[in-house]
């Protein structure tokens, strides 16, 4: 069990030290213990709600389990700002600070945030806010325990309307698609209705929306789905059709986090339809709103990917910054692998190298060797020979299984 400082824990609940050390010397806090004339607690401790009042249940300024997707994060390198306006709304201050520690990758203070939401008197907004990180730490965790206690906390939801019943159902269909399983998203939102949902709801529903549409498209060009009158990179090609104007109108709105994501999105279609160029720009652009406030969690789940082309394009910009988004994948790959893996029953490959991805999924979109080869300027025997060690790494059969195991 890791132990902390009463010095750490005051930061970390934002009160002094002095109240931590009274609290401990209380007994108020399980499992502190004293060193001398030093209190040391469990990382995973909570500040009691006697202590400060359990956080106060307030309406929330946004009807939006991601007030980070909303307008109240507004400007790139204005998070912590954004975090900080809140302060007069201790709960919405709290899931927002939470929110973008995640978007940064600091997973050990996000679990911690996430299960104070859960195991308190929150509002209904965070508590499926609670929920939802639960369930993204458990995939950086690769515990599958915990991703299906954090459906089960979705499932509880104190829900009092119908529409809060609907916004539910999404956030479940919202947190398996993290890992790519997308049959259970709700009927009104595959046709793109967003009519059950607040509008402030409506800037992330824009983000999980393409993402939807992004999943069926790969499921399609990879022949895990058939849809009649639609095959290979058809679906995938309109996409931007589609993602283009919601980037506008992300702007125009000033919602920074779907603008990122909207931009990926569009970015990763693109560069699946081989028109890198245009990948690159929304690549670039993405990232001059991420980096200034160090976003390395929301790079690290796109870079599977851009194989190998965003930690390109990462490095140009930020040397220091790319260092921390592989370290980060390093972790992030393994964890969403496994439970990927395990929910949809299958086995992820996680040895294989950029290059080797990359041409495996040029395979199972049905581009033969030739094709992959004028596409990656390569020669054909380069193309067979990684095919031949993608075949050897994963144990499949043969080519036509490349699409079950990435």
Known sequence: MKLITAREAAEKWGVTVRRVQGLCSEGSIKGAVR????????????????????????????????????????????????????????????????????????????????????????????????????????????????????????????????????????????????????????????????????????????????????????????????????????????????????????????????????????????HNAGEKEKAIKHIDKALSLALPDKLYGVLTEYVRHFDGLLEERISMKDPEAVDVVRNLYKIYSVGWSKISGSVRNREIATNLTAREREVAKMAAFGYSNKEIANMLYVSESTVKQTIIRVIQKTGISDRRELSTIL
């Open 35 to 270: 060193f001398g004339r030093a209190w040391m607690i469990p990382s995973h401790a909570v500040l009691p709600s006697a202590a400060k009042g359990e956080i106060p249940h307030t309406p929330m300024p946004r009807k939006c389990p991601f007030l980070d997707m909303t307008n109240l994060y507004s400007a790139a390198g204005a998070a912590d700002e954004s975090v900080a306006m809140l302060i007069n709304n201790p709960e919405a201050h709290a899931l927002m600070e939470a929110q973008i520690a995640y978007r940064r990758g600091e997973i050990d203070k996000v679990y911690d945030r996430a299960r104070y939401f859960l195991s308190s008197h929150s509002g209904f907004y965070a508590i499926l806010g609670g929920g939802m990180l639960l369930a993204l730490c458990a995939i950086w965790r690769g515990d599958i325990s915990l991703w299906y206690e954090a459906k089960r906390h979705l499932c509880e939801a104190p829900c009092n309307t119908e529409a809060e019943r609907e916004i539910i159902s999404l956030a479940l269909a919202i947190v398996d698609s993290s890992i790519y399983d997308n049959k259970d998203y709700p009927e009104w939102f595959r046709t793109g209705s967003f009519e059950p949902l607040p509008a402030d709801s409506h800037p992330a529903a824009k983000v999980f929306y393409t993402k939807y549409l992004y999943m069926a498209a790969y499921a399609i060009a990879s022949k895990q789905l058939d849809v009649e009158g639609v095959q290979g990179l058809a679906l995938m090609r309109i996409i931007p059709c589609t993602v283009e104007p919601m980037i506008t109108q992300a702007v125009v709105d000033k919602t920074v986090l779907p603008e990122i994501f909207l931009r990926f999105s569009c970015a990763v279609a693109y």
